[in-house]
């Protein structure tokens, strides 16, 4: 008896993640975007932090003004991050 119920549990598990997969791929195709916003999305800012990077400014500083970390920004810089 126990073995029934165990296996209609898996069955079920089975189910509900075809379901999620399908709602998943469905809002993606609406255009619904998953995950955490990114911190700084305006080119204009990214085009800047580029600048400041050529100007000679550190990795640091340009962090700081943009609000982000170090790491943050280089991969904002990094082109085949995109």
């Known amino acids: ?4 119920l165990g296996s209609l549990a898996e069955y079920e598990r089975e189910l509900i ?4 997969a399908l709602k998943r791929a469905a ?3 609406n255009g619904t975007k998953f995950g ?6 305006d080119a204009e800012h990214i085009a800047t932090a580029a ?4 100007d000679g400014h550190t990795a640091k500083d ?7 970390s ?3 920004l ?4 990094d082109p085949t991050a995109r």
Do not use: H, W
């Not at 993640?17 to 999620?20: A, D, K, L, N, S």
């Not at 955490?36 to 999305?41: A, G, L, Q």
């Not at 340009?62 to 982000?68: E, T």
């Not at 280089?74 to 810089?77: A, E, H, S, V």
């Open 62 to 68: 340009i962090a700081k003004y943009l609000g982000v």
């Open 70 to 72: 170090r790491a943050t």
């Open 17 to 20: 993640g075809e379901r999620t």
């Open 27 to 29: 809002s993606r195709n």
């Open 51 to 54: 600048r400041m990077k050529a």
């Open 1 to 4: 008896m126990i073995g029934v």
């Open 74 to 77: 280089y991969r904002y810089l």
């Open 36 to 41: 955490r916003p990114r911190k700084v999305d």
